[in-house]
């Protein structure tokens, strides 16, 4: 027994992974509900309205029901028309979606596809419970909503609400009836029908069993086809993404590498001719003192022109995918190793599941690592450093790095990004640049706040899909 606990836990998990797939995109989700609720669910259901309508409310169709179920009809009545108010106002949402977003669109398809389960159950009591024809429209529901639902966890969790308003209508009709019985006993006066009996008195658990389990097949028929189309969506959206990705990197290492070459050719002229002029006019200290100063600022662009060819080839590696908060830890091991034994207590407080972004993870490495080190060296290697990371609109993630330094004046915040701009005796200036560089690169962005005696909050953005932002 217990191993069989942790056995099931882990069988739970990989189930859950399985079926754990990213929603599709709006623009397809958009073109699913127009089809399925407005081409074809709007006319379907103006139809069927006012054919209830009559049925409910003008056909003598169910007037001669016994007084029980007359009761059950008379509450059948009231939830239609709250039905019918809310199917309108849903109605009126679906045809004028394109103005509608897909944060209200999906769960107003949602609810209404609740409600449109809710109200066939009603109508599957008061017409035969079990042996209503009505079962064939569960079949119909479970498809449609399949179709328009995008998250399989929704999809499945409605359909099974489906399956289970079948269920409970023929246990309310089997109720019905055990009660009209009891009258009949007492009273010698009603007539009996529904129950757990077919229309020959025979009794029907082997049909409902059946039924049930086609409902719950096809629920799961129906969740499992989402799924692997939604898994094959995403192959095709990863490969398009990493080809757009290694182009682009492609392309910056060549630039890069373009015009660290362009740079390195004259400051080598420059740098022979001081060396030839400092050997022609040794007598001259002063210009001897000058032309030093010459060398040794040719030697750190040089040794900064070295990083960018760095940079380049590096832009030129190879393109995975690379989960940050994974990332993030490295990085922590590497600012802040454990044998320094830094006064810094590390807060982490990351969301599980994030999506994997596709880059080269020296990128990312860098970014991190230079985020992380401007906060050690800010804080003086004593402080509260807290890292976070969280999902954010339009499939970007946002990750968090904040350290309780003294913060940074206001008027230097405008410039920490630019290159070569440092406060620090031996900084080169390059590391919040390169961090910028390395986030624009995705298409990323990277803010920060301060205040005085505060601390410093970097947050960086970065897009999970490019091609959601080539779309738009």
């Given at each position: ?295 040794e600022e040719v030697g750190r662009s040089d040794r900064i022109i070295t990083e960018l060819m760095g940079y380049a080839r590096l832009s030129e590696g190879r393109v995975e995918r690379v989960n940050l908060n994974e990332e993030l830890d490295r990085a922590v091991s590497e600012v802040l190793p454990e044998g320094a034994k830094f006064g810094i207590r590390v807060h982490r407080d990351y969301t599980p599941g994030l999506p994997q972004l596709l880059g080269q993870r020296g990128h990312f490495a860098e970014v991190f690592a230079n985020l992380l080190t401007n906060a050690r060296e800010a804080m003086e290697g004593r402080g509260e450093l807290f890292l976070s990371t969280r999902t954010g ?80």
């Open positions: 027994m217990t191993r069989t606990l942790p056995d099931l836990r882990e069988a739970w998990s990989r189930l859950r992974a399985l079926a754990a797939v990213p929603p599709p995109p709006q623009e397809m989700v958009h073109v699913r509900i127009r089809f399925v609720e407005r081409g074809v669910g709007i006319p379907v259901k103006g139809i069927i309205l006012v054919f209830l309508t009559f049925l409910l409310f003008f056909s003598g169709w169910l007037g001669d029901m016994p007084g029980i179920q007359q009761e059950v009809l008379g509450y059948v009545r009231t939830f239609f028309l709250l039905y019918f108010a809310l199917s309108v106002g849903a109605g009126l949402i679906h045809w004028e979606m394109e103005e509608v977003s897909t944060r209200l669109l999906i769960p107003v398809t949602s609810a209404m596809a609740i409600l449109d389960g809710a109200m066939l159950s009603l109508l599957t009591l008061v017409t035969g419970g079990y042996d209503s024809i009505l079962y064939w429209a569960f079949l119909g529901l479970v498809v449609r909503n399949a179709a328009v639902i995008p998250s399989a966890d929704v999809q499945i969790t409605i359909n099974l609400m489906v399956s289970l308003g079948y269920l409970l209508a023929g246990v309310l009709d089997h109720w019905v009836a055990g009660t009209e019985l009891e009258l009949i006993r007492t009273t010698g006066r009603g007539t009996v029908s529904g129950g757990f009996f077919d229309e020959g008195g025979a009794p029907i658990t082997e049909s409902l069993i059946l039924r049930m389990l086609l409902l719950l097949l096809l629920t799961v028929c129906c969740a499992g086809i989402q799924i692997l189309a939604d898994r094959q969506r995403q192959r095709e959206l990863d490969a398009r993404e990493f080809q757009i990705k290694q182009q682009q990197l492609e392309a910056a290492g060549r630039l890069a590498a373009e015009i660290a070459h362009q740079l390195k050719n004259p400051l080598g002229v420059i740098n022979n001719a001081a060396f030839t002029l400092q050997r022609t006019v040794k007598e001259g200290k002063k210009i001897t003192q000058q032309i030093s100063i010459i060398q609109p339009d499939f970007s993630v946002l990750v968090t790095v904040r350290d309780t330094g003294p913060g940074i004046p206001p008027e230097r915040l405008k410039q920490i990004f630019e290159p070569y701009f440092t406060t620090k005796n031996r900084g080169t200036g390059l590391g919040l640049a390169i961090v910028k560089n390395n986030t624009e690169l995705y298409g990323g962005t990277v803010g920060v706040e301060s205040e005085l005696g505060t601390g410093t909050r970097f947050t960086v953005t970065l897009p999970a899909r490019s091609l959601m932002r080539l779309r738009t």
